[in-house]
């Protein structure tokens, strides 16, 4: 008898054990060593008591919109030295740093403390983390102190020509992962269900704005990585609202439009390849087509493996430019007109197509870049930056 207690004792010790390894592999994170995890915690700790920063933080005399309207100026603009108070003039490629950039900056740090604070969460299961992303989303959506309203009528304006345009939708990519943090905090729980219906309401009448003014439809049809950046946006905001018309839109531009509109015979992008800054574009698109991917694929339908007629898919894109990150000087186009010695970083496409394709090489490389940049145009050009809320998204034990 006190041999078959013991032998009891024995397996109740072993079954715990084993019950406790299994949590533990569950919470283990490929690609992301216990150094970095630390790290993300410790970050995302240290934006605990940050105070959000909405637009109606700043406001730029030069803007046509009221204080809780989003402004950004075109980039590539610039005073005519022939007619400094004049219209302004295009230099491609060349960023102007007299440009009013707050809005973009602040949308940036809430992208970057929304991300890493569900990161942390992931990790620890602690919902202190989650809590510091709901005043953020509260103040960005849903008080109507410091909201931003759910549209883009003043980006990129150009001083002299225009008060807005189309092209300046894609400054709000930085909304991309801060739609997938709350995904993942309302699958968890982790927030008030009254802070989640507002936060949605207001992602729907940002799908309904982008689908139906002309800014929209003019970022839709454009022909470069705008036109993806634009299916990559509506997606993940459809996809947070459950619209599920709007999703199989994005999902029929990703394959009958964008593929094979902007894709070369040998997986390269010619109207990116075409600019003043044709490494940075050319990777630029095919991170924004990898995340398009990746938040528009379902189990019935996989986009990392969609192939047009004339044999163009993502995984021949990704073996293009694959030489060209792991070694720059291979390049055989011109060099970029600026900010060519800031990449490639770790960019988001080594790891979603590492993964998709099953090509150990992509994923050690991508382990190797730098993964937190912090030069204010690569982080512009950077749709993923919290790759944790990509690789552990599944709900908290």
């Known amino acids: 008898?006190?041999?078959?207690?013991?032998?009891?004792?024995?397996?109740?010790?072993?079954?715990?054990?084993?019950?406790?390894?299994?949590?533990?592999?569950?919470?283990?994170?490929?690609?992301?060593?216990?150094?970095?995890?630390?790290?993300?915690v410790e970050k995302a700790t240290s934006f605990l008591d940050n105070l959000p920063v909405t637009v109606t933080a700043a406001v730029c005399e030069r803007s046509a919109g009221g204080a809780h309207d989003f402004y950004s100026e075109g980039d590539?603009?610039?005073?005519?030295?022939?007619?400094?108070?004049?219209?302004?003039?295009?230099?491609?490629?060349?960023?102007?740093?007299?440009?009013?950039?707050?809005?973009?900056?602040?949308?940036?740090?809430?992208?970057?403390?929304?991300?890493?604070?569900?990161?942390?969460?992931l990790l620890t299961g602690d919902k202190k983390f989650a809590t510091a992303v709901g005043k953020h989303l509260e103040a960005w959506f849903v008080s109507p102190e410091t909201r931003m309203n759910p549209s883009l009528l003043y980006v990129q304006a150009i001083k002299g020509r225009v008060t807005g345009r189309g092209i300046g939708i894609i400054d709000a990519i930085h909304l991309v992962e801060v739609a997938h943090s709350v995904e993942i905090l309302e699958k968890n729980s982790a927030l008030p269900e009254a802070l989640i219906a507002g936060v949605k309401s207001w992602f729907g009448e940002l799908v309904t704005w982008l689908t139906t003014h002309q800014y929209g439809m003019d970022e839709m049809n454009a022909k470069n990585n705008h036109g993806t950046c634009w299916v990559m946006q509506v997606g993940a905001f459809a996809r947070l609202t459950g619209n599920t018309e709007v999703l199989e839109l994005c999902r029929n531009r990703f394959k009958d439009v964008l593929l094979p509109g902007q894709m070369a015979a040998n997986g390269s992008f010619p109207q990116e390849i075409a600019r003043t800054k044709p490494y940075g574009y050319s990777i630029f698109n095919l991170d924004v087509f990898m995340t398009t991917a990746e938040i528009l694929s379902t189990d019935t339908e996989n986009l990392f493996t969609f192939t047009t007629p004339e044999g163009l898919s993502l995984e021949k894109a990704a073996d293009f430019l694959f030489p060209f990150i792991k070694d720059k000087s291979r390049w055989p186009y011109p060099?970029?007109?600026?900010?060519?010695?800031?990449?490639?970083?770790?960019?988001?496409?080594?790891?979603?197509?590492?993964?998709?394709?099953?090509?150990?090489?992509?994923?050690?490389?991508?382990?190797?870049?730098?993964?937190?940049?912090?030069?204010?145009?690569?982080?512009?050009?950077?749709?993923?930056?919290n790759p944790l809320i990509w690789l552990m998204d599944k709900p908290v034990k």
């Open 1 to 40: 008898m006190v041999k078959k207690n013991y032998l009891i004792r024995i397996f109740i010790a072993a079954a715990f054990f084993l019950a406790i390894v299994a949590c533990q592999k569950e919470k283990e994170v490929p690609l992301i060593s216990e150094e970095e995890q630390q790290y993300i």
């Open 76 to 121: 590539y603009w610039w005073p005519d030295p022939e007619n400094p108070e004049g219209p302004y003039i295009r230099r491609d490629g060349e960023s102007n740093p007299g440009n009013f950039t707050a809005h973009r900056e602040a949308m940036i740090r809430f992208s970057q403390i929304a991300g890493m604070e569900t990161s942390a969460y």
């Open 335 to 385: 060099p970029d007109v600026m900010y060519w010695d800031e990449w490639p970083v770790r960019q988001p496409f080594l790891l979603f197509a590492g993964r998709a394709y099953n090509k150990p090489e992509y994923l050690e490389l991508w382990k190797t870049l730098e993964g937190y940049p912090t030069n204010g145009e690569v982080l512009r050009n950077l749709p993923i930056r």
